[in-house]
């Protein structure tokens, strides 16, 4: 079977291969297309199966929300090199994962890499394009978020966003965004105080109990100096207690009652590469 300029050009679109891996799999296949498709496909795959033990330690972090505002999205995919990180069909590849994932909420990574997208499985896609890309790519992380009003933060970049959840509609976006950066910038580990657990804070207890010992302090004070400096720890990696970074006279709690008395986080997620 012949082959035409455009039999090359329509494979390149539905592969996203170079020209010359197509003409070479439609060649290779005697003009057939549906077996020059899967010759790009096998080739994939053995590319992925020789770069597995390479670092794709590059990539982008991308975040999403539905136009409701009531769902929100996260996916990273990574690559060996920032060159390829910045390449455009790469993001928008990575883009039409979190399109999937915004429009069927998968509940984990694995459910996620399972979807369809353009009539084969995520995770057949991702193995596609390591042929097609070169590098070995990786779709690694995958996070959401459900709540009243959710907003969404990607720092210029791509190399880090966030999501967060409050518990009203129609939250100001304004200030949905801030919050959205504070925790961009300031890497809180929980909402508040009662969502870290108790394990974890009795470790800060004995570490700065500790401390003061050494730094001889009175037994009889430790307890009381302690708790202190967790108060301390608390307003550095609990959001709403943090120090809100446009404000520097108030926590995140008191700005978000500036704006509505009853308004707070539910949830949020922070991704960020290269760290």
Known sequence: MSFTTADVVKLRKVTGAGMMDCKNALKDAEGNFDRALEIIREKGKLIASKRADREAAEGVVLAKVTDDKAFGAMVVLNCETDFVAKNENFVAFADSILNVALAQKPDNLDALKGLDLNGRSIEAQVTEQTGVIGEKLDLSFYAKIEADTVTNYIHPGNKLATLVGFNKADVDAQVAKDVAMQVAAMAPVAVDTD?????????????????????????????????????KWYKEVTLLNQTYVKDGKISIKDFLKQNDSELTVTAFERYTLNA
């Not at 974890?200 to 009889?220: H, L, M, N, S, T």
């Open 195 to 231: 969502a870290i657990p108790q394990e974890v804070i009795d470790k800060e207890i004995e570490i700065a109990k500790e401390k003061f010992r050494q730094e001889g302090k009175p037994e009889a004070m430790l307890d009381k100096i302690a708790q202190g400096s967790l108060n």
